[in-house]
């Protein structure tokens, strides 16, 4: 069986900590990095199955940094982004920019983020 990776960009060391520690119990090999850490570089060595993304962080838009990646990487794997932000263009910008799915944060609990994260992978 292949490992699973996910790699986990979000600006708040409390829900980076939170992910970190749930899908480790999952048996994830995880890589967590800020929006100040963030790079493309160790992204393709890490090569997750599924990226994590938050959209709002100070220093680099989640956006931003998906645009980024898809014009560095074409292939890389399932994006989902997370926000806290029930605004629906932001979901449409996502989905534009490649991601898979744009997740409002408070809507689902950690479990059910990894439960998507888990069938993501499945499908990636």
Do not use: H, Q, W
């Amino acid at each position: 069986m292949s490992t699973k990776k996910i790699a986990i960009i979000d600006d708040d060391p409390l829900i980076l900590d939170l992910y970190l520690r749930k899908f480790k119990d999952r048996g994830y090999e995880v890589i967590a990095m800020d929006d100040r850490s963030f790079s493309l570089e160790k992204l393709l060595a890490f090569a997750p199955g599924v990226i994590l993304l938050d959209v709002i962080m100070p220093t680099k838009d989640g956006l931003d940094i998906l645009e980024e990646m898809r014009v560095a990487f074409p292939s890389l794997p399932y994006v989902i982004l997370l926000t806290n932000n029930d605004d629906k263009t932001i979901g449409e910008k996502a989905k534009e920019l490649g991601a898979r799915d744009c997740i409002v944060k408070v809507s689902k609990t950690p479990s059910e983020i990894a439960d998507i994260v888990d069938n993501a992978l499945k499908e990636a």
